[in-house]
T-cell receptor, first 112, second 112 residues
Framework: SQTIHQWPATLVQPVGSPLSLECTVE??????LYWYRQAAGRGLQLLFYSVGIGQISSEVPQNLSASRPQDRQFILSSKKLLLSDSGFYLCAWRGSSTGELFFGEGSRLTVL | SQQGEEDPQALSIQEGENATMNCSYKTSINNLQWYRQNSGRGLVHLIL?????REKHSGRLRVTLDTSKKSSSLLITASRAADTASYFC????????????FGAGTRLFVKA
């Protein structure tokens, strides 16, 4: 069966520090992968999606970047965090036959 | 940018009552999906309805889709306290990578 893992689960970082959030998927190959951000009490904002290794589409201009170095690994990064980067970051993969998204448990980032 | 808008933003009902949530969207879609999120957790897929379908059932869930009005509704019958969560609609557009865009969500509180 397929599983998705995100880490770290929580992170407190100072403004200006770097960021790396990692997401890995097991039990499937060549999945479409997604990074979303959710502000407190709000909906999900699509940040990046990827249809294959090295293929990244960015939805919102910002100081975040994403990379897909391996088929089932998706990384969200920043060189210098801003206060506005605080939020709940969710990684997901798409079931190719069903179209539904399967989400990880999320990474809560607080930038101070 | 958000594609779907849920209505109402928040809903409080008694256990045993039905809960109806609505979703409107802006562009043509391949399918529409509903997800559930418990506080601080990842989203869980509930049901998917394709653009050529008008109604779909799954257990206590009933989803309708009106593509002429670009709207959908989610009905939860005989609600339980455990149904307390946020509910999101999401739409899929085939842009080569299948972008799934979420609405702002409805926060449902079911009182025991």
């Amino acid at each position: 069966s397929q599983t998705i893992h995100q880490w770290p689960a929580t992170l407190v970082q100072p403004v200006g520090s770097p960021l790396s959030l990692e997401c890995t998927v097991e039990g499937t190959s060549n999945p479409n992968l997604y990074w979303y951000r959710q502000a407190a009490g709000r909906g999900l904002q699509l940040l990046f999606y990827s249809v294959g290794i090295g293929q990244i589409s960015s939805e919102v201009p910002q100081n975040l970047s994403a990379s897909r170095p391996q088929d089932r690994q998706f990384i969200l990064s920043s060189k210098k965090l801003l206060l506005s980067d605080s939020g709940f970051y969710l990684c997901a993969w798409r079931g190719s036959s069903t179209g539904e998204l399967f989400f990880g448990e999320g990474s809560r980032l607080t930038v101070l | 940018s958000q594609q779907g808008e849920e209505d109402p933003q928040a809903l409080s009902i008694q256990e045993g009552e039905n809960a109806t949530m609505n979703c409107s969207y802006k562009t043509s879609i391949n399918n529409l999906q509903w997800y559930r999120q418990n506080s601080g957790r990842g989203l869980v897929h509930l049901i998917l309805i394709r653009s050529n379908e008008r109604e779909k059932h799954s257990g206590r869930l009933r989803v309708t889709l009106d593509t002429s009005k670009k709207s959908s509704s989610l009905l939860i019958t005989a609600s339980r306290a455990a149904d307390t969560a946020s509910y999101f609609c999401a739409t899929d557009r085939n842009t080569g990578g299948f972008k799934t865009i979420f609405g702002a969500g409805t926060r449902l509180f079911v009182k025991a």
